[in-house]
């Protein structure tokens, strides 16, 4: 009698618990995988984590940001992806001038040691930061360690905005006021203001109005002894003419300049007490401010030459802040509407950039009587103010 062939034994179903434990590791891995993925720079769902400290106010003034920032209006994939492209960028830049120079590669990233001030950046030769150091968002928010203090319709807007073009500039887009409207608020608060920086970079801030505020330089002092500073000066004539035309678009109803120039006109006697007169009265304010600096730490910048050759005027200023001189000629172009220069390529962007429609304004005609009395008037105020600067700015 034939046997049958045994049938194979049923295959019984995983139990259970395995099947489940299989998930979890697979769960896991796939989870690594995600965050080893995100930290090699090819996640673009990530938010980016370095932030513009104070992006809103630099965007109020016109300022486009930090050099790290996004842009608001995007998208947080892309904002994070703009932001990582521009850090990649800066990490070449630095790449490029450390091949190219490399016994200066202290000059160019140490600004921070030499700048000093209390909340300097370190001294040292500032090494090339690598991209996952730069997106983990390490950096540090510090005091000032350059203030651009004066003058008011000098050109401050102008030289900070060619400033924030150079890779190892940081600058806050707002005026702070720290010194002479906000200063019970404390050096926490104001030091928050600031980007973030890395180590060989210059923090920065403008506010010209401390230049004539008597309280403003024993308090910078205060904060920091190494304090650099950078004053913006023009003819005074011409900034008092500047200074009225921009009260004139905001209140069109106020006294001629002729009237608020004297207090007598009959006599000819200047009413020194009227701000757009007395902030040209440069030698005075400089008095205050030698009482706490020394002369060669105070960088003065003619207003005239920073029309006429920003390039130039640019130079002095980077080397001053001890930085490589790298903006030049080919960062300008002359804009002959507005009629001073502007950026060919602005700060974290690839367009042309002019200043603000409130920049440049058309000057009322001035009795030329009065012009003349105004530049009898400065002249013995200049030339003390050549005699204590070392500087002739052509003004008479």
Same mark, same amino acid.
């Given at each position: 009698? *034939?046997?049958?062939?045994?049938?194979?034994?049923?295959?019984?179903?995983?139990?259970?618990?395995?099947?489940?434990?299989?998930?979890?590791?697979?769960?896991?891995?796939?989870?690594?995988?995600?965050?080893?993925?995100?930290?090699?720079?090819?996640?673009?769902?990530?938010?980016?984590?370095?932030?513009?400290?104070?992006?809103?106010?630099? =965007?109020?003034?016109?300022?486009?940001?930090?050099?790290?920032?996004?842009?608001?209006?995007?998208?947080?994939?892309?904002?994070?992806?703009?932001?990582?492209?521009?850090?990649?960028?800066?990490?070449?830049?630095?790449? @490029?001038?450390?091949?190219?120079?490399?016994?200066? =590669?202290?000059?160019?990233?140490?600004?921070?040691?030499?700048?000093?001030?209390?909340?300097?950046?370190?001294?040292?030769?500032?090494?090339?930061?690598?991209? /996952?150091?730069?997106?983990?968002?390490?950096?540090?928010?510090?005091?000032?360690?350059?203030?651009?203090?004066?003058?008011?319709?000098?050109?401050?807007?102008?030289?900070?905005?060619?400033?924030?073009?150079?890779?190892?500039?940081?600058?806050?887009?707002?005026?702070?006021?720290?010194?002479?409207?906000?200063?019970?608020?404390?050096? *926490?608060?104001?030091?928050? /203001?600031?980007?973030?920086?890395?180590?060989?970079?210059?923090?920065?801030?403008?506010?010209?109005?401390?230049?004539?505020?008597?309280? *403003?330089?024993?308090?910078?002092?205060?904060?920091?002894?190494?304090?650099?500073?950078?004053?913006?000066?023009?003819?005074?004539?011409?900034?008092?003419?500047?200074?009225?035309?921009?009260?004139?678009?905001?209140?069109?109803?106020?006294?001629?300049?002729?009237?608020?120039?004297?207090?007598?006109?009959?006599?000819?006697?200047?009413?020194?007490?009227?701000?757009?007169?007395?902030?040209?009265?440069?030698?005075?304010?400089?008095?205050?401010?030698?009482?706490?600096?020394?002369?060669?730490?105070?960088?003065?910048?003619?207003?005239?030459?920073?029309?006429?050759?920003?390039?130039?005027?640019?130079? @002095?200023?980077?080397?001053?802040?001890?930085?490589?001189?790298?903006?030049?000629?080919?960062?300008?172009?002359?804009?002959?509407?507005?009629?001073?220069?502007?950026?060919?390529?602005?700060?974290?962007?690839?367009?042309?950039?002019? /200043?603000?429609?409130?920049?440049?304004?058309?000057?009322?005609?001035?009795?030329? =009587?009065?012009?003349?009395?105004?530049?009898?008037?400065?002249?013995?105020?200049?030339?003390?103010?050549?005699?204590?600067?070392?500087?002739?700015?052509?003004?008479?």
């Amino acid at each position: 009698m *034939a046997v049958s062939a045994a049938a194979p034994p049923a295959t019984e179903p995983l139990p259970r618990s395995i099947f489940k434990k299989f998930l979890v590791m697979l769960c896991s891995l796939l989870m690594s995988l995600y965050v080893f993925y995100c930290l090699a720079d090819r996640c673009q769902t990530l938010p980016g984590p370095i932030i513009a400290a104070g992006a809103a106010s630099e =965007e109020e003034e016109g300022g486009g940001g930090g050099y790290l920032g996004g842009s608001a209006e995007l998208p947080p994939w892309q904002a994070a992806a703009a932001r990582r492209k521009r850090l990649l960028q800066r990490l070449k830049q630095r790449r @490029r001038r450390q091949e190219a120079a490399p016994g200066q =590669e202290v000059a160019a990233g140490g600004g921070g040691s030499r700048a000093g001030g209390s909340g300097g950046g370190g001294g040292g030769a500032a090494g090339t930061p690598g991209t /996952l150091t730069l997106l983990l968002g390490e950096g540090t928010k510090r005091l000032p360690q350059a203030i651009i203090i004066g003058v008011k319709k000098g050109g401050t807007r102008a030289l900070l905005e060619f400033l924030r073009v150079h890779p190892d500039v940081r600058a806050v887009g707002a005026e702070p006021h720290f010194f002479d409207r906000n200063y019970e608020r404390g050096l *926490a608060w104001y030091r928050d /203001l600031m980007p973030r920086t890395l180590e060989g970079q210059i923090t920065m801030e403008k506010t010209p109005s401390y230049f004539v505020t008597k309280e *403003a330089p024993a308090r910078i002092s205060s904060m920091s002894k190494g304090t650099k500073l950078i004053v913006v000066v023009r003819d005074p004539v011409t900034r008092a003419i500047s200074d009225y035309t921009q009260t004139l678009s905001k209140k069109p109803d106020i006294p001629t300049f002729e009237s608020l120039t004297f207090k007598n006109r009959t006599t000819g006697l200047i009413d020194t007490s009227w701000s757009a007169i007395q902030i040209g009265i440069y030698a005075k304010h400089l008095e205050n401010w030698l009482l706490y600096f020394p002369i060669g730490q105070i960088l003065f910048v003619s207003g005239e030459r920073l029309i006429s050759d920003p390039a130039g005027e640019l130079g @002095r200023v980077q080397d001053f802040l001890g930085l490589k001189r790298i903006i030049t000629d080919k960062h300008f172009y002359f804009n002959k509407t507005k009629g001073f220069p502007c950026l060919k390529k602005a700060e974290g962007s690839s367009k042309p950039h002019c /200043l603000g429609k409130t920049k440049g304004r058309t000057h009322p005609d001035i009795d030329q =009587e009065v012009v003349q009395r105004l530049r009898d008037f400065y002249r013995p105020f200049n030339m003390k103010f050549y005699q204590m600067t070392g500087q002739d700015f052509g003004w008479d």
